[in-house]
């Protein structure tokens, strides 16, 4: 019986058909990577404030940072009402969430009950993330103001955030190089007692830790995530 040579060609034209969808499949679940932060290349930015002077009431460059492998979202701040249209930061933190996960957060740092004034939060919207601040005073001394600063990943685009908690006219920006996030904070308070045996706590300068935001389609090795030198 002679073969049909029809029904090969066929045959062979469906087993190609078949082998170019499943590639074009496996290259769209490649590109659909995950994210990492690439802490070998986290950076501070310049401070807002002043220098932090050491005494017994004071608590010079203390650390904040977000959990390995998170990423800030936005601020966590306590505000304190001294009247006469006069704030100042009781305390000041991060919420920080895995990149690939943006819904359950973590705080971290400088705010709560524990602390001065009222806890507020800020968060960036959805599909951005926590790159910077504009930190606002009033004498070039403390910051008493602030108002987040977004950004889009991976196009860069910045988000600059109009609304403002705390006072303040003069202002500072403090941002993240393109690419590099917010994961941390180092900041300077005093903590002062009232008459009354009281504490009080007030923010005297801040910094940010900017980490690069990468994506890998293969899963790196500890070692190539956080690389050493």
């Known amino acids: 019986m002679k073969p049909n040579f029809r029904w090969i060609v066929w045959g062979i034209?469906?087993?190609?058909?078949?082998?170019?969808?499943?590639l074009a499949f496996s290259k769209i679940n490649k590109a659909s990577g995950k994210l990492y932060m690439n802490t070998e290349?986290?950076?501070?930015?310049?401070?807002?404030?002043?220098?932090c002077q050491v005494s017994?009431?004071?608590?010079?460059?203390?650390?904040?940072?977000?959990?390995?492998?998170?990423?800030?979202?936005?601020?966590?701040?306590?505000?304190?009402?001294?009247?006469?249209?006069?704030?100042?930061?009781?305390?000041?933190?991060?919420?920080?969430?895995d990149p690939n996960e943006i819904?359950?957060?973590?705080?971290?740092?400088?705010?709560?009950?524990?602390?001065?004034?009222?806890?507020l939060r800020d968060a960036c919207n959805v599909g951005t993330l926590l790159t910077g601040a504009v930190f606002f005073t009033?004498?070039?001394?403390?910051?008493i103001g602030l108002s987040k600063i977004c950004r889009k990943w991976p196009t860069n685009e910045v988000f600059d955030d109009q609304r403002k908690f705390g006072v303040g006219a003069?202002?500072?920006?403090?941002?993240?190089?393109?690419?590099?996030?917010?994961?941390?904070?180092?900041?300077?308070?005093?903590?002062?007692?009232?008459?009354?045996?009281?504490f009080h706590t007030?923010?005297?300068n801040v910094a940010l830790y900017c980490t690069e935001l990468?994506?890998?389609?293969?899963e790196p090795s500890e070692e190539e995530k956080t690389p050493t030198r």
């Open 170 to 198: 003069v202002p500072k920006e403090t941002i993240c190089d393109p690419g590099r996030f917010v994961t941390g904070l180092k900041y300077s308070y005093e903590r002062t007692k009232d008459n009354s045996g009281v």
């Open 138 to 143: 009033d004498d070039r001394t403390i910051p």
């Open 103 to 119: 819904f359950n957060s973590t705080k971290v740092g400088m705010t709560g009950d524990q602390y001065s004034g009222t806890e």
């Open 41 to 51: 290349t986290t950076l501070l930015t310049q401070k807002a404030g002043n220098k």
């Open 56 to 97: 017994e009431m004071t608590f010079c460059h203390q650390n904040a940072r977000c959990p390995d492998g998170q990423v800030a979202r936005g601020f966590n701040m306590n505000v304190v009402n001294e009247g006469e249209g006069k704030q100042h930061f009781g305390g000041l933190g991060l919420t920080c969430v």
């Open 13 to 22: 034209l469906i087993l190609v058909l078949i082998g170019t969808a499943t």
């Open 214 to 218: 990468r994506e890998y389609l293969l």
């Open 202 to 204: 007030k923010i005297l």
